[in-house]
């Protein structure tokens, strides 16, 4: 039994708040220490007094009744008084804390989150796009370490929260409200991220993944994907036909194009009920941290195919010609070929940021991004 206990326990998470590389987790932490140590101080004077007690004034079979009294002023003021001032010590570290953590300071990098089944947008609002637009990224949120992110939450449809709890805590995402919190990381790397609301069929699926970088990295990244233009695809290629598949799906065989609700910086896809699909090429995983790195490009073909049968819920129409289900209702699939389906990946993985933007590239293996599922394009 003691080892079936024990298999879950581990020195490396890939969700913890147990990470004192952020500040929130750090006075957290802190704040948990003096809470924990106030506990474990009035636990041993309480258990001391009573066992003392117990112990002097046992009842003996030849012992007299003793006197009866009522009411001991001395007893009672401590009673009362110390309870009270563990309370407004820890009322004062509390505020403390609170006052530490709720200022939006000046110089911090602001992020538009929106949540959608199953899926998450990070829109960059202080950073226009020259094809037009703000920066956008689907399921993977770029943020620089030592630095705050001060992040404005909502949801497009039903309640789900953003939880990325190795670089704080977690905040609802609400339609029609618009809610702050505020991230950060002094070390460099990629974290998961988790819808923390039952939100349908797929919440489980609803993964993110946050990539720190360093300043310099981080800056490097940003204006590359403002400058961002998807390149043109040379004639008669994969990526050619792919492209006109992309933009102009496929009339005679009711598929619909994906430009209809992607967008792809520098083209006249603006779709925007769909993720963006601008430098899909650069991202290292697939539907909404479903799969990663290799068994995400293993993956790609399979989700163009049919997505809602690998993710129940799922709002990507099928292009496989055959009859599904979604939000209660028999929808009727385009189709598209194998031939056609693998030319649209080829056409996506072409769509990069250059290396040297590739945000991914430096980012360490270590047990947080080393899992096979994590984040989403």
């Known amino acids: 039994m003691g080892a079936a206990l024990l298999t879950g326990c581990g020195s490396q998470q890939l969700l913890s708040i147990g990470d004192l590389s952020s500040a929130y987790n750090r006075e957290m932490f802190w704040m948990s220490v003096w809470a924990i140590a106030f506990s474990i101080v009035i636990f041993i004077g309480v258990s001391y007094a009573l066992f003392y007690t117990v112990r002097k004034f046992r009842e003996d079979r030849n ?17 009362v008084v110390v309870p009270v001032l563990i309370v407004m010590l820890l009322s004062v570290l509390t505020v403390r804390t609170m006052a530490r953590l709720n200022p939006t300071p000046q110089n911090a990098v602001k992020v538009d989150v929106l949540g ?8 960059y609002p202080a950073a226009p796009a020259a094809a037009g637009g703000n920066v956008t990224n689907g399921n993977e949120l770029v943020i620089p370490t030592r630095s705050p992110v001060a992040l404005t939450i909502t949801s497009g449809d039903v309640i789900h929260a953003f939880w990325a709890p190795n670089l704080g805590g977690q905040r609802d995402a609400t339609p029609g409200t618009h809610k702050t919190w505020q991230i950060d990381t002094d070390r460099a790397g990629a974290y998961q991220g988790n819808c923390n609301v039952l939100c349908g069929a797929s919440h489980a699926n609803m993964r993110f993944k946050v990539i720190a970088l360093d300043p310099e990295q981080y800056n490097t990244f940003l204006q590359a994907a403002q400058a961002y233009r998807a390149p043109e695809p040379a004639p008669g290629s994969a990526e050619a036909r792919g492209y006109t598949l992309f933009m102009q799906g496929n009339p005679a065989t009711g598929a619909l194009a994906c430009a209809a609700c992607h967008r792809v910086q520098g083209t006249p896809a603006a779709g925007a009920a769909g993720p963006d699909l601008s430098f899909f090429g650069t991202r290292r995983t697939l539907g909404a941290g479903m799969w990663e790195g290799e068994r995400a490009q293993e993956m790609l ?3 163009i195919k049919h997505s809602p049968a690998l993710k129940p819920g799922s709002l990507m129409p099928a292009y496989d010609g055959q009859e599904y289900r979604l939000n209660g209702k028999v929808q009727k699939a385009g189709l598209l070929t194998d031939a056609e389906i693998d030319d649209i990946a080829a056409y996506l993985r072409s769509l990069r940021l250059p290396e040297e933007a590739n945000y991914w590239r430096d980012v360490p293996v270590t047990s947080q991004n080393a899992s096979a599922q994590g984040g989403n394009p």
Do not use: C, S, V, Y
């Not at 009744?65 to 009672?76: A, K, W, Y």
């Not at 959608?116 to 829109?123: A, L, S, T, V």
């Open 63 to 79: 012992d007299a009744e003793p006197e009866q009294f009522h009411g001991n002023n001395r007893l009672e003021t401590i009673l």
């Open 116 to 123: 959608k089944q199953f899926w998450w947008n990070f829109g």
């Open 301 to 303: 073909h399979g989700w």
